[in-house]
């Protein structure tokens, strides 16, 4: 039986301190949770969804609260005073972008958009997918990654999933591989997968990048995981497309995110439409009587948020200063001990409290941690209760598909034939909700999971308080934590 609960938090974080003594480094980020992100205990939270959303340092509101009110902005790229300053800001932005990615300028551009989702749209939507394009994949992708596929199945492109195993979640190197090598003779090749994965943590080896490039692939490495928590250098990485969404780095603000894209494979997009802010010249006398800007400015439609933008600046300052690498090695170090002590809870009688989707041990993962509660029998506790029983505690931990079907439907064995029933009729649309009853109760499958999150405000304590709470559960049947859905079936 594990032993958690006996141990006070103190003896447990001294215990920790002694077999992760490279976490001693950390400490400066402690004294930054009491200043920066004081809130969070002062309103008793322990928030575990940094991969939902990072949170911001009240230091960041205030020098963006500083910054506008000293200064007066107007709408940017006119040549008055105004004007002139919105520019500034938005440039260095840009700059400050290119800098914490260490993207050369003479070999990336930056994108703004408005979120991670808008910038995997613009590569999806003008991305040369035609009858001989190839878009491959991984099951283990966002939703927005997996929604490109609409845009190359309309125009007839061959799509290729390569799927992830259990128990790890990992992809198949071997079908990467094939996939890379021996594909038919597509003109135009994407393939797409993430650094990190949103669901289970998998870090998928960056060395594919380069392997894709000799094959005459372009990569899209979706970063939105990967960037709050691991230092991202495309002085190395050279991926084509870098979507990422600025909130999930430092919290603030919201609604910005970037296309960091390789001036190269920036070129080979094709824009299926104009917008104001996009080109050098329209005219409405003549038909495709339009140029497109070039560079980024090609992009970005319509009027940037300018006003954002300057906290992105002052974002990137902000994680340059507590450092990357820094919170790499404190998430690594806390998800270490969590993984460990989720591993080995166990109810009175042995059996084991908690079911890991993904890698167990932090080689080759991230801090983002995907799991289901046992109870005594192997029943799987109502996922949903389990949120909102935290909650009632103020612990944030997220639950569902975390928008990744592919990794979920792995984790959980989910057929085909299982999914099968949610689209049976394509003009009714089905819920998640309703589609993981429908598979429930044909199949005893339970399609939902916990998640549970790490940043760079995460401390011992919140991990220690969410493992007191799972603790909690020991020898309860799963049937006395029942959701309002067992409840009133
Ligand atoms: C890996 C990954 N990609 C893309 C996204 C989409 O980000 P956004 O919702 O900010 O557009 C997310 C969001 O959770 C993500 O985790």
């Not at 590569?123 to 845009?151: M, Q, T, W």
């Not at 439907?409 to 993981?436: G, K, L, N, S, W």
Request: net charge negative.
């Amino acid at each position: 039986m594990n032993d958690f609960l006996p141990i006070d938090s103190e003896s447990a974080f001294n215990a920790f301190l002694d077999s992760h003594d490279s976490y001693r480094r950390t400490l400066p980020l402690d004294d930054l949770r009491e200043t920066d992100y004081g809130r969070l205990d002062r309103l008793g939270h322990v928030y575990l969804d940094y991969t939902g959303g990072g949170l911001y340092a009240e230091s960041q509101v205030a020098a963006h609260h500083d910054l506008l009110s000293n200064q007066v902005l107007g709408n940017p790229h006119s040549h008055n005073p105004t004007s002139l300053a919105a520019t500034h800001f938005v440039d260095e932005a840009r700059d400050a972008v290119h800098e914490f990615f260490n993207a050369s300028k003479d070999e990336y551009e930056v994108v703004f958009t408005a979120n991670a989702s808008s910038a995997l749209k613009l590569v999806g939507e003008s991305y040369p997918f035609e009858k001989d394009a190839c878009y491959l994949l991984s099951y283990d992708n966002h939703n927005s990654v997996n929604g490109i596929r609409e845009f190359a199945r309309s125009r007839g492109a061959e799509i290729v999933y390569v799927p992830v195993r259990n128990p790890e979640l990992r992809l198949d190197e071997e079908l990467i591989h094939r996939g890379l090598t021996q594909h038919s003779p597509c003109e135009h090749r994407l393939f797409a997968y993430p650094a990190q994965s949103n669901f289970s943590g998998v870090h998928h080896p960056l060395e594919w990048i380069d392997e894709a490039h000799e094959n005459g692939w372009d990569v899209l490495l979706d970063c939105a995981a990967y960037a709050p928590t691991n230092k991202l250098d495309l002085g190395v990485i050279k991926a084509d497309f870098v979507p990422l969404s600025f909130y999930k780095m430092f919290g603030y603000p919201t609604g910005i995110g970037a296309l960091i894209a390789r001036k190269e494979a920036l070129a080979k997009l094709r824009r299926p439409w104009f917008a104001g802010g996009t080109i050098t010249l329209a005219s409405v006398q003549g038909e495709g009587w339009y140029h497109l800007a070039p560079g980024s400015t090609g992009f970005e439609d319509g009027t940037v948020n300018y006003l954002g933008l300057s906290a992105i600046t002052i974002g990137l300052r902000h994680l340059k200063s507590a450092g990357i690498d820094t919170i790499h090695e404190r998430v690594t170090d806390l998800a270490d001990w969590l993984l460990a002590e989720m591993s080995s809870l166990a109810h009175t009688d042995g059996a084991p409290m908690v079911r890991i989707f993904g890698p167990e041990t932090m080689a080759r993962r991230g801090a983002t941690l995907a799991f289901y509660l046992l109870d005594p029998e192997g029943a799987v506790y109502d996922v949903q209760r389990i949120e909102s029983l935290a909650g009632e505690q103020r612990i944030s931990v997220r639950t569902g598909c975390f928008c990744n079907p592919g990794d979920g439907e792995v984790a959980h064995d989910i057929t085909r034939d299982d999914m099968a029933e949610c689209f049976d009729e394509p003009a009714v649309p089905v819920t998640y909700d309703q589609c993981q009853r429908i598979i429930t109760d044909t199949t005893g499958k339970v399609p939902n999971t916990i998640r549970v999150s790490l940043g760079i405000a995460s401390t011992f304590g919140d991990v220690y308080r969410f493992m007191e709470f799972a603790a909690t559960f020991r020898d309860r049947p799963a049937r006395d934590v029942r959701g309002q859905h067992d409840a009133q079936g």
